[in-house]
C-alpha cells in the first residue's frame, strides 16, 4: 500500500519554507525521500532509519516518527533548484513503496 | 559514464507487440528493480532481484517478466504490449536492501499505439 504524501502541490517564493508529509498504515523500518526533476530520474536526498532521527543537508531536513509511522521533509529557504516532485518511499521488508509525490514549484 | 543505463530511452511500439527493455549498471550492486510512473501514481515497483537468481514480483507485474541474464543486466519484457503500459519505465539499483540507496537510470519513455 503506497504511502500518502501531503500536500499533492505547492508553489512557494524564493526564500519560503515548505514542509512535505508522508503517512503510512504500516509500521515502517526506514523512510526514503528523492527528489525528480522534470523528465529526469529521481535523485537520493536521504534515508531515516526508525529510532525517531532527524537528518539534514544544506537546508533541507527530514524527520521521522516510527511510532506515528510519519515522516516529514523540511526545506528551508527554498531556492529556485528545489524545484521538482518530491517522492517518499517507505520501507517494509526489504522492499520500498514510494508515495504519489508532492510537486514543488519554487517562483522568483 | 552513467552508472546505470538504459535502453531504448524511447520506444513507439503497437498493441500486440513484444518489448523489451533493458537495463544495465557498473555499480557492481546486487540488487535491481524495474519501476512505473504514470503521472500523479508515482513509482509502482514492477520486479526486483536480489540476486541473479533471486527474482521476485512487485505490486504491478501482470503483462510484465524480467530475466537477469548476469549481475550487471536487468531486462523487463512486456509480451504482448497494451495501451495501458505506456508510461515511464526505470531501472535502479542498490547495494543492499530497504535500508540503502537507489541509483536510478535515465529511464525509458514507452508508447504503446
Known amino acids: 500500500q503506497q504511502p500518502v504524501q501531503s500536500p499533492q502541490a505547492v508553489i512557494l517564493r524564493e526564500g519560503e519554507d515548505a514542509v512535505i508529509n508522508c503517512s503510512s498504515s504500516?509500521?515502517?523500518?526506514?523512510v526514503h525521500w528523492y527528489r525528480q526533476k522534470h523528465g529526469e530520474a529521481p535523485v537520493f536526498l536521504m534515508i531515516?532509519?526508525?529510532?525517531?532521527e532527524q537528518k539534514g543537508h544544506d537546508k533541507i531536513s527530514a524527520s521521522f516518527n516510527e511510532k506515528k509511522q510519519q515522516s516529514s521533509l523540511y526545506l528551508t529557504a527554498s531556492q529556485l533548484s528545489y524545484s521538482g516532485t518530491y517522492f517518499c518511499g517507505t520501507e517494509t521488508h526489504q522492499k520500498v513503496t514510494f508515495g504519489t509525490g508532492t510537486k514543488l514549484q519554487v517562483i522568483p | 559514464d552513467a552508472d546505470v543505463t538504459q535502453t531504448p530511452r524511447n520506444r513507439i511500439t503497437k498493441t500486440g507487440k513484444r518489448i523489451m527493455l533493458e537495463c544495465s549498471q557498473t555499480?557492481?550492486?546486487?540488487?535491481m528493480y524495474w519501476y512505473r510512473q504514470d503521472p500523479g501514481l508515482g513509482l509502482q515497483l514492477i520486479y526486483y532481484?536480489?540476486?541473479?537468481?533471486?527474482?521476485n514480483k512487485g505490486e504491478i507485474s501482470d503483462g510484465y517478466s524480467v530475466s537477469r541474464q548476469a549481475q550487471a543486466k536487468f531486462s523487463l519484457s512486456l509480451e504482448s504490449a497494451i495501451p495501458n503500459q505506456t508510461a515511464l519505465y526505470f531501472c535502479?539499483?542498490?547495494?543492499?536492501?530497504?535500508?540503502?540507496?537507489?541509483?536510478f537510470g535515465p529511464g525509458t519513455r514507452l508508447t504503446v499505439l
Open positions: 532481484s536480489f540476486d541473479v537468481k533471486d527474482i
Open positions: 531515516l532509519l526508525k529510532g525517531g
Open positions: 555499480k557492481g550492486h546486487d540488487r
Open positions: 535502479a539499483t542498490s547495494e543492499q536492501g530497504g535500508t540503502d540507496t537507489q541509483y
Open positions: 504500516k509500521a515502517l523500518y526506514s
